[in-house]
Every structure is written in structure tokens, then in C-alpha cells.
């Protein structure tokens, strides 16, 4: 069983900046995923359980920053120039099935096995 816990939500003005954390019971590739209101949950980025490798979706591409502290076994999801449109629940979620590799870091929500409770980020206009 590994456990998740986040934290870092919040209510930001626009153009402000968030530091989301989640914190797991062991080393895993991690993701981060979003859910908007009314909205399918989608995916923001992802992290190797090394570090090493990464990936992130298009719309949140240079804005949002994915690193891990593996003595910590914690990831953190930078958020910057924040936008009312990030305005969603995120959830972060650990994979058991994708250890093998030091690179592997999905953004399918089917590949991750574990998920955190959500953490809420309002952002105001």
C-alpha cells in the first residue's frame, strides 16, 4: 500500500506563483493530474523515480516545474504565472508498475496505480 499525502493548494491571484507537494511512503514515478470543474481529469506532468527523466503536457509547459527530493521521497509541482484557467483539483499519484526504467515517467492516468486525496488551486482573476 503506498501512501500519498499533498499539500500546497491554496487561493492565488493571478500571476502568482504555488508550490504543490506530495509526499509518498516509498520511491515511485509520479504524476501530477488535474481536475477542472465540469471537466475530465488531465494530465500535467510526470517524474522518473530517479529524477531523470520528465514530461509535461503542452499547456503547462514552462510554466509548471516537476522535481523530486528522493531522500525526502517527495515531488514538488512548481506552479508559476498562474491563471484563473488552472483553477482545479490536483491530484498526484505514485506508480508501482513503472520502476524498471530510470526514465519512465507517463502521462497516462492508467499507468498509476496509487492517488493522493487532491489538493485545490484557485487562482482569481
Known amino acids: 500500500q503506498v501512501q500519498l499525502i499533498e499539500s500546497g493548494g491554496g487561493l492565488v491571484q493571478a500571476g502568482g506563483s504555488l508550490r504543490l507537494s506530495c509526499a509518498a511512503s516509498g520511491r515511485y514515478p509520479m504524476g501530477w493530474f488535474r481536475q477542472a470543474p465540469g471537466k475530465e481529469r488531465a494530465f500535467v506532468a510526470a517524474i522518473s523515480w530517479s529524477g531523470l527523466g520528465t514530461s509535461y503536457a503542452d499547456s503547462w509547459k514552462g510554466r509548471f516545474t516537476l522535481s523530486r527530493d528522493n531522500a525526502k521521497n517527495t515531488v514538488y509541482l512548481q506552479m508559476n504565472s498562474l491563471k484563473p484557467e488552472d483553477t482545479a483539483v490536483f491530484y498526484c499519484?505514485?506508480?508501482?508498475?513503472?520502476?524498471?526504467?530510470?526514465?519512465?515517467?507517463?502521462?497516462?492516468?492508467?499507468?498509476?496505480?496509487?492517488w493522493g486525496q487532491g489538493t485545490q488551486v484557485t487562482v482569481s482573476s
Open positions: 499519484a505514485a506508480s508501482t508498475g513503472m520502476t524498471g526504467s530510470i526514465h519512465s515517467a507517463s502521462p497516462q492516468a492508467g499507468q498509476y496505480d496509487y
